[in-house]
């Protein structure tokens, strides 16, 4: 059974900041990794997506890498600011007829 | 491509009552479809997969006569909330599978907020 946990579940950092955002899975046998940005009360924004056979994936000020043997992703925000301040979830894709499984989620405040 | 929606976005009814939504796959179709619930402050856990043309298959601890899933063709999914209370007031997503760029990929509806007064 996949298990996905986010560390740290809340995050506090000033404006301007670099930040990296960690996701780990206990089963390396996955389709895919994605992470998503929820604001509250919103549905889900997908923000980077990585197939298993990649090593990281980039989009503006986020870039996102996996290391499947470890059972890793992260997710790197560069000069944070106030409009990054969401939970931030990564799910994992075991691929088939299979679920995707959440992780725990990240609570990221970006401080003016 | 590869769209999912969801209907409705947002709905309140009284505790007793049944409540229907609905998940559209539009661009594309999806042999099957999932339904996530997400509780205030919580991570989404997977309810249930909803397969065209045959039963859904429950998550241990989702009750099947509670929650009622109806994928009746390849495009449309419907869960059905019945004798809805409080406790069922949550945030409900569901999702599919569609191929893109040579990948399978699983896209996410934009959600259905439930509360049962």
């Known amino acids: 059974k996949q298990e996905v946990t986010q560390i740290p579940a809340a995050l506090s950092v000033p404006e301007g900041e670099n930040l990296v955002l960690n996701c780990s899975f206990t089963?390396?046998?996955?389709?895919?990794l994605q992470w998503f940005r929820q604001d509250p009360g919103k549905g889900l924004t997908s923000l980077l997506l990585?197939?298993?056979?990649?090593r990281e994936q980039t989009s503006g000020r986020l870039n996102a890498s996996l290391d499947k043997s470890s059972g890793r992703s992260t997710l790197y925000i560069a000069a944070s600011q106030p409009g990054d301040s969401a939970t931030y979830l990564c799910?994992?894709?075991?691929?088939?007829?299979?679920?995707?499984?959440f992780g725990t989620g990240t609570k990221l405040q970006v401080i003016p | 491509g590869a769209v999912v929606s969801q209907h409705p976005s947002r709905v309140i009814c009284k505790s007793g009552t049944s409540v229907k939504i609905e998940c559209r796959s539009l661009?594309?179709?999806?042999?099957?479809m999932f339904w996530y619930r997400q509780f205030p402050k919580q991570s989404l856990m997977l309810m249930a997969t909803?397969?065209?043309?045959?039963?859904?298959?429950?998550e241990q601890g989702v009750e099947k006569d509670k929650f009622l899933i109806n994928h009746a063709s390849l495009t449309l999914s419907t869960l059905t909330v019945t004798s809805a209370h409080p406790e069922d007031s949550s945030f409900y997503i569901c999702?599919?599978?569609?191929?893109?760029?040579?990948?399978?990929?699983?896209?996410f509806g934009p959600g259905t907020r439930l509360t049962v007064l």
């Open positions: 999702s599919a599978r569609a191929w893109r760029h040579s990948y399978n990929e699983q896209f």
């Open positions: 089963d390396s046998a996955i389709y895919n």
């Open positions: 990585i197939q298993s056979s990649q």
């Open positions: 799910a994992v894709d075991s691929g088939g007829y299979q679920k995707v499984t």
């Open positions: 661009d594309f179709q999806a042999t099957t």
């Open positions: 909803s397969n065209e043309g045959s039963k859904a298959t429950y």
